[in-house]
């Protein structure tokens, strides 16, 4: 099976700062990555569509400077959350989908900011 | 904005009984999810459909596209099965996300 990993699976880090998530297909080429975020006892939303190569596209109140996506390569996409406030503690999660398949998660990443 | 709802948001049942998780949704999809999310938060996907209906060890998931409506069933229901079960939607050829439900939070005891 098509396996994702993510890192780190929790970051615990102070207000102001910047943490930058990986999300890495292991085993297959990603077309298309996407990153999702769920507070807690909330669904999970899409925050943003990334495509290998191309700038990603953020859904409407995701504000992209503050959520820096890089999809470099067709295995690895990068989340950055720029100076990262208490209100963006939540659990982020990535997909990654290759041509004409289903999405494959990852097993999640736990932010906690101070 | 496709609106998916599941039912029951939570559900507790004894080991060995048959349970059933509803999804509905609003708007024409290209295929459907389900996904088991456990405590720690990771996410296994299940199922994947368009049409009619798949199973899967114990469990089984079906779909209505013209009621736009499915079911996942478990049956023989074990404590290993105790998770949140997640319906999620995609609608066109699938290069944008999916829209998830709500999640149903079942509780099987021993």
């Known amino acids: 099976g098509a396996v994702v990993s993510q890192h780190p699976s929790r970051v615990i880090c102070k207000s102001g700062t910047s943490v930058k998530i990986e999300c890495r297909s292991l085993?297959?080429?990603?077309?298309?990555m996407f990153w999702y975020r769920q507070f807690p006892k909330q669904s999970l939303m899409l925050m943003a569509t990334?495509?290998?190569?191309?700038?990603?596209?953020?859904e409407q109140g995701v504000e992209k400077d503050k959520f820096l996506i890089n999809h470099a390569s067709l295995t690895l996409s990068t989340l950055t959350v720029t100076s990262a406030h208490p209100e963006d503690s939540s659990f982020y999660i990535c997909?990654?989908?290759?041509?004409?398949?289903?999405?494959?998660f990852g097993p999640g990443t736990r932010l906690t900011v101070l | 904005k496709n609106e998916v709802e599941q039912s029951p948001q939570n559900l507790t049942a004894q080991e060995g009984e048959f349970i059933t998780i509803n999804c509905s949704y609003s708007?024409?999809?290209?295929?459907l999810h389900w996904l088991q999310q456990h405590p720690g938060g990771g996410i296994v996907s299940l199922f994947m459909?368009?049409?009619g209906k798949k199973k899967h060890g114990r469990l089984i998931a079906t779909i209505n596209i013209q009621e736009k409506h499915s079911s996942l069933h478990i049956t023989a229901s074990h404590p290993r099965d105790s998770a949140v079960y997640i319906c999620a939607v995609m609608e066109g050829g699938g290069a944008d996300g999916l829209t998830f439900g709500k999640g149903t939070h079942l509780i099987i005891q021993p």
């Open positions: 708007v024409g999809i290209s295929a």
């Open positions: 459909l368009s049409s």
């Open positions: 990334s495509n290998e190569g191309s700038k990603a596209t953020y």
């Open positions: 085993d297959f080429q990603a077309t298309t």
């Open positions: 997909s990654a989908r290759k041509q004409g398949s289903s999405q494959y």
